[in-house]
């Protein structure tokens, strides 16, 4: 049971346009949501969150939207670059306590490519 | 700030063989996680640590893996004997109290199980 799904594998986006990454989730206990950015060779590196208190977070370039009501983030980056290609993750997380504080469970994630 | 440091970063052995991996976290991070990255998923947590004692090892598959982390600093995972469909990247997290959904990745160990 896959509970956090990125539909799509790949996207490819010109230098300058806008990216957007769409993630899915399922279960109704989430209430807090990360963003991964994953190099070839390298760990996952933390990019974004968003609690489920609120709808939209942005730090720079990149902006995430969360839609409660249809379980659904997704992340922007405007305007893309070149060195913005990599595997990108969607995780999610509860913060409710016991044994699931803490855990994320990630999707599978895409693989962004901007062409110069 | 030193990041997580993971060693060997890559290993290959056959079926049935041995093999540990090791990580240490960032100085003061009480959390560490163990997840495996089979090629085209994402992260599958397979054991949190809070300090020195486990969290959530419930998608650890005790027949073959165990893990430790002794003075809840450095953890070891090991897989005995292990199989073809373990073949995988190994990466070791590790979150401070104070931002726990925020976990901060080492580089990995790919395994390959020929």
């Known amino acids: 049971d896959q509970q956090v799904k990125q539909n799509s594998p790949s996207l490819s986006v010109q230098e300058g346009r806008i990216s957007i990454l769409n993630c899915d989730y399922t279960?109704?206990?989430?209430?807090?949501f990360l963003w991964y950015k994953k190099y070839p060779a390298e760990g996952p590196t933390f990019l974004i969150s968003?609690?489920?208190?609120?709808d939209k977070n942005e730090d720079g370039r990149f902006t995430v939207f969360l839609n409660k009501s249809a379980k659904h983030l997704s992340l922007h980056i405007v305007p893309s670059q070149p060195g913005d290609s990599a595997v990108y993750f969607c995780?999610?997380?509860?913060?409710?306590?016991?044994?699931?504080?803490?855990?994320?469970?990630f999707g599978q994630g895409t693989i962004l490519t901007v062409h110069p | 700030e030193a990041g997580v440091a993971q060693s060997p970063r890559y290993k290959i052995i056959e079926k049935r063989q041995s093999v540990a991996f090791w990580c240490n976290p960032i100085?003061?991070?009480?959390?560490l996680y163990w997840y495996q990255q089979i090629l085209g998923q994402g992260p599958k947590l397979l054991i949190q640590?809070?300090?020195?004692?486990?969290?959530?090892d419930s998608q650890l598959p005790k027949d073959r893996f165990s893990a430790e982390r002794l003075k809840g600093v450095d953890s070891t995972l090991k897989i005995q004997p292990a199989k073809l469909e373990d073949s995988a990247v190994y990466l070791c997290?590790?979150?401070?109290?104070?931002?726990?959904?925020?976990?901060?990745f080492g580089p990995g160990t790919r395994l390959t199980v020929l």
């Open positions: 997290a590790s979150s401070n109290s104070a931002s726990f959904h925020e976990q901060f």
């Open positions: 279960n109704s206990m989430f209430d807090y």
């Open positions: 968003i609690s489920s208190i609120k």
């Open positions: 995780a999610a997380s509860q913060s409710a306590g016991g044994t699931s504080y803490g855990k994320l469970t």
């Open positions: 100085s003061g991070h009480a959390t």
């Open positions: 640590f809070q300090n020195n004692g486990v969290v959530d």
